[in-house]
């Protein structure tokens, strides 16, 4: 496509659900990254995907956090057992192999998951 | 390890006024990668700008300039006679080639939330 696509683009649920998260990144992008964005913080990375390559999950905060990646396009990020604190905007993005060969990562506009 | 400090949280000027965002990084890597984003209210990430550590050139595009200075390890931005619509968050990062397994992970700072007065 022609931007990096999320959905949905809100989603209140009630704690102790399970949520999906949905990136559909940009057609031919080989990296896809997931960042976490919580109430007046900066961006924390949670997991990293590049093409066929194990991904890096060393910024998920728990186990209840998993990601995957579906023939090198789709991700899909779920957090189980939602608690509060998981309330911020989910921010997925893609790029060309590496950021800095790329010149950037295209962000998509986030989900905002509540917690109730 | 990596890190980078915007140590102005909010600030607010009224239009037409200059101002500079400050962004100071630390890495141990030589070959890295400094960027702005910008954030309007409307939550998506802009990309505005990348510079790679060879290159201490300046830039400027339009009414924004980029300042870096490695000596100081700072990547300040400004922007010129400022409008109403440069109000947002402003995000610089950072991206080390050699940081761990999360090669070309960016590495953000918490953001400087600019506001423009008419």
């Known amino acids: 496509g022609a931007g990096v696509s999320q959905s949905p683009s809100n989603k209140v649920t009630e704690k102790g659900k399970d949520v999906e998260l949905r990136c559909d990144p940009i057609s031919g992008h080989t990296a896809l990254y997931w960042y976490r964005q919580s109430l007046g913080q900066g961006l924390e990375f949670l997991i990293y995907?590049?093409?066929?390559?194990?991904?890096?999950k060393s910024g998920l905060p728990s186990d209840r956090f998993s990601a995957e990646r579906t023939g090198g396009s789709v991700s899909t990020l779920t957090i189980q057992r939602t608690q509060q604190e998981d309330s911020a905007v989910y921010l997925c993005a893609s790029s060309l192999a590496r950021t800095g060969q790329s010149g950037g990562y295209t962000f998509g506009s986030g989900t905002r998951l509540t917690v109730v | 390890a990596q890190k980078v400090t915007q140590a102005q949280t909010e600030i607010s000027v009224v239009e037409k006024e200059d101002v500079t965002l400050d962004c100071v990084y630390e890495t141990r890597d030589t070959t890295y990668y400094l960027f702005w984003y910008k954030q309007p209210p409307s939550g998506e990430l802009v990309f505005l700008i990348r510079r790679n550590s060879f290159d201490e050139q300046n830039e400027i595009s339009g009414r924004y300039s980029w300042n870096f200075q490695k000596s100081t390890s700072s990547f300040n931005f400004t922007i010129t006679a400022s409008q109403v619509v440069d109000s947002a968050v402003y995000f610089c990062a950072l991206s080390a080639m050699n940081y761990g397994g999360s090669q070309g992970n960016l590495i953000f700072g918490k953001g400087t939330k600019l506001s423009v007065k008419p």
């Open positions: 995907f590049q093409g066929n390559s194990a991904p890096d």
